[in-house]
């Protein structure tokens, strides 16, 4: 029998933009909130919303992320008839040695993957979003436009839309037209990269758009386009909530910062029951030492605190020592802040030790990243 | 190593009061994130004795939820793993209710296993074995039994109503409780190596003496006509055999001296995962010398406690040297000092607590 929906994850990129995070993981494997990677989002969106097959596409920096999702365990995808499947660029009988060209090509590369599961409807996710939905309720809309192509999308404001992809849609949610970075939008509706497809249209589509020598073989650039220009029923489907693309390093430090607020990412389930899974670390609890001071933050297992933080957050294992001082920074696993160390609006990147004598970023204009990969 | 099969002796008369009113010693939250049976159980995957069988005596509901199927303590999930041996038969009868009556009723556990040796390990005395060593020692001993102890000089505070053994030389030539009329003996760990083949024997011959007699007992009958080895650990150990002692060796932990020979990164401490995010400390959060785990959510002041996963403490609220399990919340303005709550219990606003003699507690679930 086959599954009615298989759940498929862009998880290739790179990310440039966030700089030396990036310079030997991929940017899905980045380390997000206190104790989880910006995968989890998505993979913990697909178990809540009982989506148990999910294919995670990888190319750059594949084997750090490929044995951090492993089997799906750690989202409970581990059921006899359920998975995560590792869908790296590789070499593919008839065709030799292939990188992904495209994020329609990438699916287009794994066709005999869905094939095996034979879905109705395929969704398409980015491995690099913050953000909690509940696909089902897409799905839902999905199924009872009798949609083709259902697009995500977010309100978001006049000036921010030139940064996207707006879809421009008629009163019964039906979209016309699609625009990539409008200098002059006609619509607010900006595309979060997340769409489901009714298959059968989508593997017509990613065959013919793969024939195409002049396709860039992107979903945004020549599916929708090409759909639109078949008239196919495309849709959009208004989503309301938290939802951030952690893009730069600014993005990133300022997404930690959000979680601090309550910024409607509801970390601690307190509006609806909606875990985020996420690896189990072997750490003791965290120990708060008899000098320590620690205000507007967040602090996991594993840390030991003696100085001064404020307004941070600390992921496993970070050590500060006493009389140091940590304010409006994120601090990656690992790190150590030796005594009287003083950490100002920064990022420090996994592993790095800050000599006592360090001052990092005083002046705090910016968001500093400080990393041993720079 | 040779091939070793482990049990771990949840069999005892020990309890922590309200604690263990509705779940066994094995499964008291413990540091924060633990349950009791984590460290013994951390000790045989460490040492790795991959296949375990728990023998349960009572209460099995939270013990079963925190086992699962052993994935979290890396046990091999194929060739090795957690067995949960149960003895319904005499689950309400008392006298009947003991160890050996157990690994009889489950005597299939120990038949299938190709092992050697067998250690067994009670949960409520914590320490960092390696029982590869002391299965090394025994095997070179030559002898059947060896018995585990631990040299101490506060014997009339700690391991009373426990085993202590009259040593000669290596061997053990008496087992006795202790009374805590002395600060030092040689007290019994509770930890066992036997031969397989003996231990088998052994469970028969102590049903012909007497039905009610336990392992323990059956040792002690046999020490002075079968050679008994004592091995010496010089590792830490702490036994928490009461709901005083409970309180006591978690506030102990506060120091990191004690806590830094326990969580070492040589031997891990495993326990199942939960998925909660970071604890999150507010605008009027004070935290000092305390133990946190994580999902907590704290605006108050912590000085000296020991919070589990989940823990709310409200605007203004001051927890001094408390425990407090998962899920509880204390709100805002209120004032606790030595005091235990157990999970998911709610106190109200401005409510005072404190501890005189011995830690107040506060039942599961309770609304005060």
């Not at chain 1, 009163?171 to 489901?196: H, N, Q, W």
């Not at chain 2, 011959?205 to 080895?229: G, H, P, V, W």
Request: charge should be negative; include cysteine.
């Amino acid at each position: 029998m086959g599954k009615e929906i298989v759940a498929m994850i862009l998880a290739g990129g790179r990310g440039t933009r966030l700089e030396a995070l990036t310079a030997k993981v991929a940017k899905p494997a980045v380390h997000f909130g206190g104790k989880y990677r910006i995968i989890d989002f998505p993979l913990s969106n697909c178990a809540n919303s009982g989506i148990d097959v999910v294919g995670v596409l990888t190319q750059y920096e594949s084997v750090l992320l490929g044995t951090y999702v492993g089997a799906g365990t750690k989202w409970g995808l581990d059921g006899n008839n359920s998975l995560a499947a590792i869908l790296p660029a590789r070499e593919r009988g008839g065709v030799g040695a292939t990188w992904y060209a495209g994020t329609a090509d990438a699916i287009y590369q794994n066709i005999s993957f869905l094939d095996q599961y034979d879905p109705e409807y395929v969704l398409i996710l980015s491995g690099d979003h913050i953000y909690k939905m509940d696909y089902a309720e897409m799905l839902a809309a999905h199924k009872e436009k009798g949609a083709d192509l259902t697009v995500a999308v977010l309100n978001v404001s006049l000036k921010e839309a030139s940064r996207f992809g707006i879809m421009n849609t008629n009163k019964d949610g039906s979209i016309y037209e699609f625009e990539e970075k409008p200098a002059k939008p006609k619509s607010t509706l900006a595309s979060m990269g997340i769409y489901i497809f009714t298959y059968k249209e989508l593997r017509k589509y990613l065959i013919a758009d793969a024939k195409d020598e002049n396709s860039k073989h992107d979903f945004g650039m020549n599916i929708i386009p090409m759909m639109l220009e078949d008239n196919k029923k495309l849709y959009a489907y208004e989503f309301a909530g938290y939802w951030k693309d952690v893009g730069t390093v600014e993005s990133l430090w300022q997404a930690n910062m959000d979680l601090l607020d309550d910024k409607e990412l509801d970390l601690y389930n307190i509006k609806k029951d909606w875990k985020i899974y996420t690896e189990d670390t072997l750490s003791k609890p965290q120990i708060i030492g008899d000098e320590a001071s620690i205000k507007h933050s967040l602090v996991t297992q594993g840390c030991i605190v003696n100085g001064e933080v404020e307004s941070s957050v600390l992921f496993n294992n970070v050590y500060i020592g006493e009389g140091a001082k940590v304010v409006d920074s994120v601090l990656m696993p690992g790190v150590l802040v030796e005594e009287g160390a003083e950490i100002y609006k920064a990022i420090i990147d996994e592993g790095v030790v800050v000599k006592s004598s360090d001052v990092i970023n005083k002046e705090a204009k910016e968001v500093e990243l400080v990393s041993d990969n720079a | 190593m040779a091939k070793v099969v482990g049990y771990i002796n949840l069999h005892s008369d020990i309890s922590y009061k309200g604690l263990t009113e509705r779940r066994p010693v094995a499964s008291v939250s413990f540091l924060g994130r633990y349950g009791i049976i984590d460290f013994v159980l951390s000790n045989m995957s460490n040492s790795n004795v991959d296949t375990v069988g728990i023998l349960i005596k009572e209460k099995p509901r939270s013990l079963f939820k925190h086992l699962g199927n052993g994935n979290s303590w890396n046990f091999n999930s194929k060739s090795g793993g957690v067995s949960l041996l149960y003895n319904e038969k005499y689950a309400n009868s008392p006298m009947y209710n003991h160890d050996i009556n157990n690994i009889v009723e489950n005597i299939a556990f120990l038949e299938k296993s190709k092992a050697d040796y067998v250690v067994i390990a009670p949960a409520h005395i914590i320490t960092t074995m390696n029982y590869a060593e002391v299965v090394d020692a025994h095997a070179k001993s030559g002898a059947e039994i060896t018995m585990v102890y631990q040299k101490i000089n506060n014997a009339d505070e700690a391991f009373v109503g426990s085993d202590f053994l009259r040593l000669k030389g290596k061997q053990v030539m008496e087992i006795k409780n202790n009374k805590g009329n002395r600060k030092e003996r040689n007290m019994s760990l509770e930890t066992y190596i036997i031969n397989k083949k003996t231990l088998l024997k052994l469970i028969q011959y102590a049903q012909k003496i007497s039905s009610f007699f336990n392992l323990r007992d059956t040792l002690a009958y046999l020490c002075d006509e079968r050679k008994i080895m004592a091995y010496e650990y010089k590792g830490f150990a702490r036994c928490i055999d009461s709901y005083e002692a409970y309180y006591k060796v978690s506030m102990e932990f506060l120091d990191m001296d004690i806590s830094t020979q326990v969580f070492k990164s040589t031997w891990p401490i495993f326990t199942n995962t939960n998925d909660t995010p970071p604890t999150k400390y507010l605008k009027n959060a004070c935290v000092k010398k305390s133990f946190v785990a994580n999902g907590a959510i704290i605006d108050g002041e912590v000085d000296g406690c020991i919070l589990s996963r989940n823990v709310t403490i409200g605007k203004n609220a001051v927890v001094k040297n408390c425990i407090i399990l998962n899920g509880s919340k204390v709100c805002a303005g209120a004032h606790l000092e030595n005091v235990i709550i157990d999970k998911d219990a709610h106190v109200e606003k401005k409510t005072e607590l404190i501890g005189e003699d011995e830690p107040l507690y506060v039942r599961e679930g309770d609304v005060v």
